[in-house]
């Protein structure tokens, strides 16, 4: 689905700053929330507003989190409060002529909506998927959550029914009288690298997932400048 064919799902996941960047798409979102290890939760309780990072995964058409039973956040968002996830990846520096016209390049997503509690017997499952996100198959071979561990561990999704995203790719929008400036102007890509594993025990050999990351370890990004148009 375009994003001309999507729409906002309420007024106020509209994107209203830079319109043309607003995606509402489900693939678009779900590439962004699966491209994150963490979110950012925000929240108000009796003693201000509080914006608090957290591990996250999606699944289908929730997003989860979980923590300590005695998480401020968990409890209070798992009480029905209303909350403000979000997720962003930075992927460049844009570097125009102007000051004025320097931007960035980046992937977000903003989720509105209620959390709900995941059912002590959908624990454990919902538990392995974030650890088969983290490292396919390593829900197999790490010890699962003990009856203890469960209980003292909550665990919460949002579904995804009213979110939107931002995007914005492509070098910079310079104003034509500016074009002329003997100033160098382009994009500094980014993104976040794999870097060598720090073994603490391999008694029983390295699994594939952790050989695989060692080898896109080494595998260098290309840093080519980015040629599409800017938005």
């Not at 590439?31 to 994150?36: G, M, Y």
């Not at 929730?62 to 209070?76: E, F, K, V």
Request: glycine share 8%; charged share 20%.
């Amino acid at each position: 689905m375009s994003t001309i064919e999507a729409t906002p799902s309420t007024d106020r996941t509209r994107v209203r700053r830079v319109a043309q960047r607003g995606h509402y798409d489900g693939p678009t979102l779900h590439a962004i929330l699966d491209a994150a290890f963490v979110c950012h939760v925000a929240f108000a309780d009796g003693h201000g507003v509080h914006c608090i990072p957290t591990a996250c995964w999606r699944e289908g058409d929730h997003l989860y989190i979980h923590g300590a039973n005695g998480s401020r956040m968990l409890r209070l968002a798992g009480s029905g409060a209303q909350v403000c996830v979000t997720v962003t990846h930075l992927d460049g520096l844009v570097l125009a002529r102007s000051a004025f016209n320097h931007s960035m390049n980046y992937r977000s997503a903003v989720v509105y909506g209620v959390f709900e509690v995941v059912p002590d017997d959908q624990k454990a499952r919902a538990l392995d998927a974030f650890m088969e996100i983290l490292a396919p198959g390593r829900s197999r071979e790490a010890r699962r959550g003990n009856a203890k561990e469960l209980a003292a561990t909550t665990v919460l999704r949002i579904p995804l029914d009213e979110a939107a995203c931002k995007v914005r790719t492509g070098g910079p929008k310079d104003d034509d009288d500016d074009l002329d400036l003997p100033v160098w102007a382009g994009v500094l890509p980014m993104a976040l690298l794999p870097l060598p594993p720090v073994v603490d025990a391999a008694p029983a050999g390295t699994p594939a997932y952790v050989r695989e990351w060692q080898d896109s370890a080494r595998v260098p990004v290309a840093s080519a400048v980015i040629n599409a148009p800017a938005d």
